[in-house]
């Protein structure tokens, strides 16, 4: 075995771990975790909003009934209430998995020999598995009334899920009602999207289909019915009223598609927690 000295320190070279690259990927095989509680949940600044039929300043409108809006449990609390309730079966899962990963290896003897370098390199093969891409500034959000949450929750790395709604079986981004009709911003008169714009930040939406309705000469005829039927085409349209902004919904695809990406990102932490605890 090849070794360098690095100021009076052994250094093992990587290729020279015994490491199995393939089993780096196997899967834990462990039950799902779900987001949320509910068949109807929101997810926003990091933190599980659900429906009741409360009055609320913050509320949903669905096929003409009005809900009001309740924070529930952080995604944080509901992960760890399923790492307690999967305890053994995540514990012996990450044991199986080292198995595999160190093949043929007396633990203790390899961290005698390799010491930290072996949980480092470990580490970096597991981060390359589950990488996922860097959060970037995107969407403004709300009025600010609802402080940002974030406790550490596997789910606050999932990429473009920072503001959902989870509906039926089916996901939705949400976009304030002023970034929705930004995406039809050319199709405006550029005096009257001044003037449109700026209502938008505090209009209802019907209101703003009223302003839109009055001014059809300013806007396209296919953009001016696709924003009625999609913001407010009479009083059973869906709204959503949240952190002091109203939101449209935009579908992403089926939650069991986002279900399937957390569970993988949480896959991956549980890979890191293992290399973490070797031997402690």
């Given at each position: 075995m090849r070794r360098k000295v690095v100021e009076g320190g052994p250094v093992i070279f990587k290729e020279d771990m015994p490491i199995d690259e393939?089993?780096?990927?196997?899967?834990?095989?462990?039950?799902?975790?779900s987001i949320g509680?509910?068949?109807?949940?929101?997810?926003?600044?990091?933190?599980?909003?659900?429906?009741?039929?409360?009055?609320?300043?913050?509320?949903?409108k669905i096929w003409g009934t009005t809900y009001g809006i309740e924070e529930d449990d952080s995604p944080k609390k509901m992960e760890d209430s399923y790492r307690a309730a999967n305890a053994n079966e995540i514990t012996g899962a990450q044991r199986?998995?080292?198995?595999?990963?160190?093949p043929s290896v007396d633990l203790p003897t390899a961290m005698q020999v390799y010491g930290d370098q072996l949980k480092s390199i470990l580490r970096e093969k597991v981060a390359a598995v589950y990488a996922t891409p860097s959060r970037v500034p995107g969407h403004t959000?709300?009025?600010?009334?609802?402080a940002p949450l974030c406790?550490?929750?596997?789910?606050?790395?999932?990429?473009?899920?920072?503001?959902?709604?989870?509906?039926?079986?089916?996901?939705?981004?949400?976009?304030?009602l002023a970034e929705y009709l930004s995406?039809?911003?050319?199709t405006f008169d550029p005096q009257f999207w001044k003037t449109l714009s700026s209502a938008a930040k505090t209009a209802t939406p019907e209101?703003?289909?009223?302003?839109?309705?009055?001014?059809?000469?300013k806007v396209e005829r296919k953009t001016a019915g696709v924003l009625k039927g999609k913001i407010h085409f009479n009083e059973r349209s869906f709204e959503l009223f949240l952190d002091g902004v109203y939101f449209i919904p935009e579908h992403m695809g089926a939650t069991s598609?986002?279900?399937?990406?957390?569970?993988?990102?949480?896959?991956?932490?549980?890979?890191?927690d293992a290399v973490d605890n070797l031997l402690t």
């Open positions: 393939a089993a780096v990927s196997a899967p834990l095989g462990l039950p799902a975790a509680r509910n068949e109807l949940t929101l997810l926003y600044k990091g933190r599980f909003f659900v429906l009741n039929r409360k009055p609320a300043d913050s509320f949903a199986e998995w080292l198995a595999k990963v160190l959000t709300g009025a600010g009334t609802i406790e550490g929750a596997v789910l606050d790395e999932l990429e473009g899920c920072e503001r959902m709604l989870f509906i039926d079986g089916k996901a939705y981004e949400l976009l304030t995406k039809f911003v050319k209101a703003v289909i009223r302003l839109i309705e009055g001014n059809r000469d598609e986002i279900i399937d990406r957390y569970n993988r990102l949480l896959e991956g932490r549980m890979k890191l």
